[in-house]
Each structure stands twice: as structure tokens, then as C-alpha cells.
């Protein structure tokens, strides 16, 4: 099956400027995340969203970030403006939402570099 | 909330001999432990998981244990090969598709 795919891999802005991350979960899969990992850190949950209902998102911060998942498929995280401390990885991943337990399946990520 | 602690965070190893890698969670609802592989500039990808209900779990080199108890899990990497060297993060999260709280990783490098 196809993987979680995301775009752009890499971005460069300045900073104040918007940017836009866009993710393709896996077909069928109903439970989406997008999770930020700083280098050398392991991944941290943003948002997670059960279809399009964002269920939690107690750790986006909301001055500057925004998502959406409309249609329950797709869905794009915001930055507006972006800040230099922002640099990192933006990983989203997607999981079935069947059984107790399931596995979630990451993307590449999108890299962002903040000048 | 949840908070997971992980250690090593670097461990060089010659190929051949075993590599643990040690994680602490500190939320005892905590019931889903995962490992996940990350090779430079790629996507996490799950080598193995367990589930609170379980001790052990092992597939072929790769092996896990739970110690509720003592609220701690270690993965266990026996006969190491060059192409096991990556960065290695230990998650704990509760049922059903709840967010995963990860460790700060483990840069695993095994010599040849």
C-alpha cells in the first residue's frame, strides 16, 4: 500500500512569512497526527485528528498554528508568521483507528528551515 | 501527563555483539510500547511493539520487555550489523490511537 505522503520535503522562508505543510494519510486510515521533531529530539504531538474532529490539540500553539483536515483525508498545518524557533522536521502519520491498539505510520516530513 | 526518559543516548557497538536500550515511562495508564528506527533524513519506522498484557515479544534479532512495575521497557538488538545503526526511540501511549510520547532517542552505531 502507499505510505503517508507529505509535501513539500523541504522549505526555506523568512521569518514572518506563512507557510503551508500538506499530508495524504494512508487510504482508509481514519486517525491522522502531525507531530514537530526538533533535531536530536524525538517526534512531539501537535494535533490528532479522528476524521475530520480535531480530538486533541492541547500542544498546538495556537497563536501562530492552525489545521484542518475538512474532508477527513487530507490535511494541512499552518504557520502565520513563522519564527526562527520553528525550524524543525513536521512529521504527520496516520493510523487505521481499528482494534485497541494500532500502529501508526509515519511520512518523510517536511523540513523547515526558518532564516 | 506522560514523560519518557531514554538512555542511552548514544551507544557504539561492534558488529556482532548486543546493543540494549534502556526507556522509563512515568504514566502507569500507559499500555502501548513502541520502538521506532529512524535513519538519517528518513521516516520513523516500527521495528516492534508491546502491549501491556505481554513480558517479552521477540522477532528474529529484535527483541522487547515490559516491566510494569517498575514502569520500564528496553529494546534488545543481538548480533549487530552495520546496517542497525540509526537513531532508535522508545513511545508509550494508552489504548486506542492516543498520541505516542517518545524518548529523546538513541544514536545506535555499530562497528565493523
Known amino acids: 500500500e502507499a505510505g503517508v505522503v507529505q509535501s513539500p520535503r523541504y522549505k526555506i522562508i523568512e521569518k514572518k512569512q506563512p507557510v503551508a505543510f500538506w499530508c495524504n494519510p494512508i487510504?482508509?486510515?481514519?486517525?491522522l497526527y502531525w507531530y514537530l521533531q526538533n533535531l536530536g529530539q524525538g517526534p512531539e504531538l501537535l494535533i490528532r485528528?479522528?476524521?475530520?474532529?480535531?480530538?486533541?490539540d492541547s500542544q498546538l500553539p495556537k497563536d501562530r498554528f492552525s489545521a484542518e483536515r475538512l474532508k477527513g483525508v487530507d490535511s494541512t498545518l499552518k504557520i502565520q508568521p513563522a519564527e526562527l524557533g520553528d525550524s524543525a522536521v513536521y512529521l504527520c502519520?496516520?493510523?487505521?483507528?481499528?482494534?485497541?491498539?494500532?500502529?501508526?505510520?509515519f511520512g518523510p516530513g517536511t523540513r523547515l528551515t526558518v532564516l | 501527563g506522560e514523560n519518557v526518559e531514554q538512555h542511552p543516548s548514544t551507544l557504539s557497538v561492534q558488529e556482532g555483539d548486543s546493543a540494549v536500550i534502556k526507556c522509563t515511562y512515568s504514566?502507569?495508564?500507559?499500555?502501548?510500547f513502541p520502538w521506532y528506527k529512524q535513519e538519517l533524513g528518513k521516516r520513523p519506522q516500527l521495528i516492534i511493539d508491546?502491549?501491556?498484557?505481554?513480558g517479552e515479544k521477540k522477532d528474529q534479532r529484535i527483541a522487547v520487555t515490559l516491566n510494569k512495575t517498575a514502569k520500564h521497557f528496553s529494546l534488545h538488538i543481538t548480533e549487530t550489523q552495520p546496517e542497525d545503526s540509526a537513531v532508535y526511540f522508545c513511545?508509550?501511549?494508552?489504548?486506542?490511537?492516543?498520541?505516542?510520547?517518545f524518548g529523546a532517542g538513541t544514536i545506535l552505531r555499530v562497528k565493523s
Open positions: 513511545a508509550a501511549s494508552k489504548e486506542y490511537g492516543n498520541k505516542l510520547v
Open positions: 508491546i502491549r501491556s498484557n505481554v
Open positions: 485528528y479522528e476524521n475530520e474532529e480535531a480530538v486533541d
Open positions: 487510504s482508509g486510515h481514519n486517525t
Open positions: 504514566d502507569s495508564a500507559s499500555n502501548y
Open positions: 502519520a496516520s493510523s487505521s483507528g481499528q482494534g485497541v491498539y494500532n500502529e501508526q505510520f
